[in-house]
């Protein structure tokens, strides 16, 4: 069972499209990341959003955490074909010392045709 | 500025043959870790080090082992190499607090793709 539950798994859209991607938890997180991915390559955050209630935005990405930071939420604007890639939450549990460790979703596959 | 820096990319093994999985950052950062990559299941922790000289088990340490004797390196060692290992695995670092202004996160290397054979 994976502490966090990301959905879908694969999304496969035209450009232009919009397009949201979910990361749950019944497990309360002091922060939660986002990071994407391309092949042969390691993950590369995005963002890091720590307060129950924000919203980030990075260009067209807009990212969400759940006021009760058990959740979050990723939507593309406009998506592009170089928005192509494995995109990932990550958490780090709240209570007594993580020690940075983070729990990762399983991660969603987005492709994004021409 | 290199970041995290992994060797080899790729590796080959036998069953049952050893081999050490080489990580260097040089961002001074204390955090260090060692996640594992298979498909549909994310990114799972093998081990992580908070400091030189200190280590711990992650989720799935079994197989593996690690050593921290400078704030740079970070190499995994693999004993009696199983099919069940493998898999790509990432050495990440980070800082040890989240401070102002900075986004708290990982700096991944860009992997070692493993496979026993």
């Known amino acids: 069972t994976q502490l966090l539950e990301q959905s879908p798994q694969f999304l496969s859209i035209q450009e232009g499209e919009n397009l949201t991607v979910y990361c749950n938890s019944s497990s309360v997180f002091s922060s939660l990341q986002w990071y994407r991915q391309e092949p042969g390559e390691g993950p590369v955050l995005l963002v890091t959003v720590v307060t129950g209630g924000e919203v980030k935005k990075l260009k067209r990405l807009t990212f969400q955490f759940g006021d009760a930071r058990k959740d979050s939420s990723l939507h593309i604007t406009a998506a592009q074909p170089g928005d192509t890639g494995l995109y990932l939450c990550?958490?780090?549990?709240?209570?007594?010392?993580?020690?940075?460790?983070?729990?990762f979703g399983q991660g969603t596959i987005l492709t994004v045709h021409p | 500025n290199a970041g995290v820096t992994q060797t080899p990319k790729f590796r080959i093994l036998k069953i049952g043959q050893s081999m050490t999985l080489q990580c260097t950052q040089d961002m001074n950062h204390n955090y260090m870790y060692w996640y594992r990559q298979d498909p549909g299941m994310g990114l799972k922790l093998i081990y992580y080090?908070?400091?030189?000289?200190?280590?711990d088990k992650g989720e799935v340490p079994n197989g593996y082992n690690v050593s921290r004797s400078t704030t740079e390196d970070f190499p995994l060692r693999l004993e009696l190499a199983a099919p069940s290992q493998t898999s790509v695995y990432f050495c990440a670092s980070s800082y040890t607090a989240k401070t102002g202004g900075i986004d708290y996160g990982y700096t991944f290397g860009s992997g070692t793709r493993l496979t026993v054979v």
């Open positions: 990550a958490g780090d549990l709240a209570g007594g010392t993580s020690y940075g460790k983070l729990t």
């Open positions: 080090s908070v400091g030189a000289g200190i280590t």
